[in-house]
């Protein structure tokens, strides 16, 4: 069965053009399709798409929570408390919590990945310095 409500007990289904595109705190372009406080869930976290575009990146910034970057096209240079990678498409990344983190998009292409925050993401549990 599927339900247009957010229900431990049923699956659910959300299509990405159903989450309304917002600008988050570290700049990117973002939509959020899960999230564990906005529901009955039997789990924890919040799943999120964001994309950078071309020659762009985001705000340093650090979560209270875990969070993995899933990239799912193009390419750049992931900077976590200190250390920097370049990253590409088909490419986890975890950042554990508090670590001090941005994005670089080093490709021609606009780059998008999948944001998995746990616990799950909320306002009060982002910083990002100025």
Partial sequence: MV?????KDHMYIKDIRDCQPIRAGDGSA????LNAGKGSFAFGYSLALAAVEAGGRTKPHRLRSSEVYYLLSGRGRMHVDGETSEVAAGQAVYIPPGALQFIENR???RLKFLCLVDPAWRPGDEEVPD
Avoid: K, N, V, Y
Avoid at 3 to 7: L, T
Avoid at 30 to 33: K, P
């Fill in 107 to 109: 490709g021609p292409g």
């Fill in 30 to 33: 973002l939509r959020e399709i």
């Fill in 3 to 7: 339900s247009p409500f957010a229900d």
